[in-house]
């Protein structure tokens, strides 16, 4: 419906709070739109259609999916993520992506409509106080009830979600308010400069580096740019320091390099994790050192016995759990280039230390031998030497994850997206998601057969957008992170783990998609190699053997050793 424009006493046209928040978004810069539209926010809806040449909006299916998709483009991007959705319900199923940008520090900005103003308090048709229900997984909850307010409070909502330590904002859109006019200017981002390492600061450090026998480095957090991550590098390689990264981040330095040390997180080789114990000094950049960085918080000392030096965008952060030796507070690309310009360490006395960390990463990456036709360690591997190099990765939870993070090198120009809150059904949207951000990059998405039936309805949107990512399912009909533990605590009482799935090939076909089937090690390039060469988005299931149900160890195996115990 479009709207009669009023000329109000201030000479700016009077618009609605529709077109209001429409225009506010491109004011803040957005360019996707990821939504599942509902009747209350029509009038947003609306406003987009008179943005559409500006905005690209994404029509989904679901609204976990859509809020994934927004957290993708946002991990992506260093920008905030926008996502859309409906009241009550459709709110409560965005909540899971909210809770992963939460976790992973991402910027996002959901936008929700809201029941009518004077319905409030009688539990009325889908009826939720936003700010209670997001407050504990949001960095910030409001609500806009006057259209007046609208560039205001949506200036300030890309403000949260990007600055310090990056995280989602919520904002509720009151129905009414969308419909009233409202004669005011755009507001967009103010010029901020970064925060950089005070230069006391990094003397410190390289004092205390100086000092050092087996210095570890530890990437993480967000935030990070190609510039960053660059310099960054340089500083750590050009001083020789071996270089870990935290749950999930191996995009933040080059798997092949020989300063690569491995992930440390959920599934951490235990090599690594012994190296870890040993180091005499913890460079932990960008990340919070949570729980799965910190092995369940056992990893380091919290009293400060093993010295960290931890620089975070936010201090707040800095020793939250541990305490630290020195604490920066910095942007952490900033910091990266400050590094990158110091003098070198003078002939470190870690060449040795770092070549053995090296090595543990090495020695785990081997491929091991499998009984049965399928070796899926030699299968990933001989499918990463054909990847393109600026391949987009993104990741489900689950056990099945753990193949390519032991198996794989994720390179530099690479990224890699994954929940570090362990999200099932994260990995199809994101992947969506990367391919609609970046359409000239391959993306290639790992996901299991329980996460690939959580959203795999958003293939869909694949279809509907023209986007064409290679999802890579891995079948072994179970919930295998839970059979795992379960036959650990209770073996051979299998219980609520079991599944039934569909032929995954046949299910993308269904949408006009590619579909392959692979059960043997030698199939997974040339079904890879015809799924991309298709142009379609594509899946190619991979059938595991459900023996198999780690990369490390068999069911029986399980059973024979909690027999042990």
């Not at 997001?134 to 949506?154: C, H, N, S, Y």
């Not at 005011?184 to 970064?194: Q, S, T, Y």
């Not at 092949?256 to 040390?261: L, M, N």
């Not at 990741?395 to 390519?404: I, K, L, V, Y």
């Amino acid at each position: 419906m479009a709207h009669a424009a009023a000329q109000s006493s201030n000479g700016i046209e009077a618009r609605t709070g529709g077109q209001l928040l429409a225009d506010a978004l491109v004011a803040n810069g957005a360019t996707h739109v990821f939504a599942v539209p509902g009747e209350s926010y029509l009038d947003l809806l609306d406003g987009l259609y008179n943005q559409r040449n500006r905005i690209e909006l994404v029509t989904c299916r679901f609204e976990a999916g859509a809020v994934h998709m927004a957290e993708a483009h946002g991990k992506l991007t260093g920008k905030a993520g926008v996502a859309i959705v409906t009241r009550g319900p459709g709110a409560c199923h965005a909540a899971i992506g909210v809770h992963v940008a939460f976790q992973d520090s991402t910027p996002l900005v959901l936008l929700v409509g809201q029941i009518p103003m004077n319905e409030t308090d009688r539990e009325t048709f889908q009826e939720v106080d936003y700010r209670r229900f997001f407050g504990p997984i949001a960095k910030w909850v409001t609500q806009i009830d006057e259209a007046a307010r609208i560039p205001e409070l949506m200036a300030h909502a890309f403000d949260v979600a990007t600055s310090g330590r990056p995280g989602p904002v919520v904002v509720a859109l009151s129905e009414e308010m969308q419909k009233d006019l409202a004669s005011v200017p755009d507001i967009g981002p103010g010029a901020v400069m970064p925060a950089y390492p005070a230069p006391a600061a990094l003397d410190r450090m390289m004092e205390m580096l100086g000092k050092a026998e087996r210095p570890l480095a530890i990437l993480g957090g967000s935030g990070w740019t190609p510039e960053g991550k660059a310099a960054i590098r340089d500083f750590l390689v050009g001083n020789d320091i071996p270089v870990a990264v935290s749950f999930r981040r191996m995009g933040l330095f080059d798997g092949t390099s020989a300063h690569y040390a491995g992930d440390l997180g959920v599934g951490a080789d235990a090599g690594l994790v012994a190296k870890a114990r040993e180091s005499d000094l913890i460079l932990a950049f960008g990340t919070r050192l949570g729980e799965p960085v910190s092995q369940g918080y056992t990893l380091f000392d919290f009293a400060g016995k093993q010295p960290i030096i931890q620089v975070h965008q936010d201090q707040a952060e800095i020793g939250r759990v541990h305490r630290v030796a020195l604490g920066i507070t910095a942007d952490v690309n900033a910091f990266a280039k400050a590094a990158a310009a110091l003098p070198r360490i003078d002939a470190p006395r870690w060449g040795e230390w770092r070549k053995a960390v090296r090595a543990a990463r090495e020695a785990q990456a081997k491929a091991p031998s499998y009984e049965g036709p399928l070796n899926l360690a030699v299968a990933l591997q001989e499918l990463e030497k054909v990847l393109p190099a600026d391949t987009i990765y993104t990741s489900d939870a689950g056990n099945f994850a753990t193949w390519p993070n032991r198996f794989m090198h994720v390179r530099e120009g690479q990224d890699f997206l994954g929940p570090t809150n362990g999200a099932m059904g994260y990995g199809i949207p994101a992947a969506i998601g990367a391919a609609i951000t970046h359409p000239d990059r391959t993306v290639v998405c790992f996901v299991g057969d329980g996460g690939a039936l959580m959203t795999g309805q958003e293939m869909a949107t694949c279809f509907h957008q023209g986007a064409a990512p290679i999802i890579l399912v891995f079948n072994n009909g179970m919930y295998g992170t839970i059979r795992m533990y379960q036959e650990r605590t209770y073996p051979g009482r299998v219980s609520g783990t079991k599944l039934t799935n569909p032929d995954f090939a046949r299910f993308i076909e269904a949408f006009g998609g590619h579909g392959e089937v692979v059960e043997a090690t030698d199939e997974l390039v040339p079904a890879f190699q015809r799924a991309k060469a298709s142009g379609k988005a594509a899946i190619i299931e991979i059938r595991m053997n459900p023996e198999q149900v780690t990369n490390r160890a068999t069911i029986e195996q399980l059973r024979a050793q909690a027999k042990k115990a």
